[in-house]
């Protein structure tokens, strides 16, 4: 039985909920990839998936949409199909287009039960989270996870808590300029390991 795993952690009802919600992931590289997998295998019931990249060779040690047989395909199609194989009750809606400024105030209140922002685009991120703040929609946001390791060092917490993360520092700032006083995030208490390239450095373990 598919959810025999599940259901006695959750419970029938839990399940139900799980079946009938719809989550929208932006950005689907080493993070939004893993929660949309994450989120088929629990029984989710719509998944939407916003991403403009194509498989690259450096994704595989990390994401994933990433095999030999998957290099030069987008990431929206190679992860539809992911889903479909492991969950083919899960309706997905693929957008295979860089999130604007234009498509975050396009969100309509209600439309969604849960928001995952996975973008590297500081303005992005940045958007979404006054939009969710001041409108109240349910999002969690992935902070910095380049040049670090450790996975037992991955936290969740209030944005305004966390410490020695450059992107979370950049992103706090703008937030009290706007008036956002919370937000969720995940993000990791590590210090970033020294790298001397202009290419962040990461691995499956703290993907990125």
């Not at 539809?80 to 009750?89: G, M, T, V, Y």
């Amino acid at each position: 039985m598919r959810y025999a795993r599940i259901l006695p952690l959750i419970g029938n009802k839990g399940l139900e909920k799980i079946q009938k919600s719809h989550v929208t992931i932006f950005g689907i590289g080493g993070v939004g990839g893993t929660a949309a997998l994450a989120l088929a295998r629990m029984g989710i019931g719509k998944i939407s998936i916003y991403d403009l990249d194509v498989v690259e060779e450096t994704n595989l040690n990390r994401q994933v949409v990433a095999d030999i047989t998957t290099i030069g395909k987008m990431k929206v199609d190679v992860l539809e199909s992911k889903i479909q194989e492991i969950n083919p009750n899960c309706t997905v809606f693929k957008y295979s287009k860089k999130v604007t400024i234009e498509d975050i105030e396009m969100i309509e209140v209600g439309e969604c039960d849960f928001y995952i922002d996975a973008l590297d685009d500081v303005n992005g991120k940045v958007a979404l989270i006054k939009r969710a703040y001041f409108d109240k929609i349910p999002l969690i946001s992935s902070m910095g996870a380049g040049n670090r390791f450790d996975p037992t060092k991955v936290l969740i917490s209030d944005i305004f808590k966390t410490e020695g993360d450059p992107l979370a520092k950049l992103i706090r700032s703008e937030l009290r300029k706007l008036g956002v006083k919370k937000q969720v995030v995940v993000w990791s208490k590590e210090d970033p390991i020294k790298n001397t390239t202009r290419t962040p450095s990461s691995s499956v373990f703290v993907p990125n």
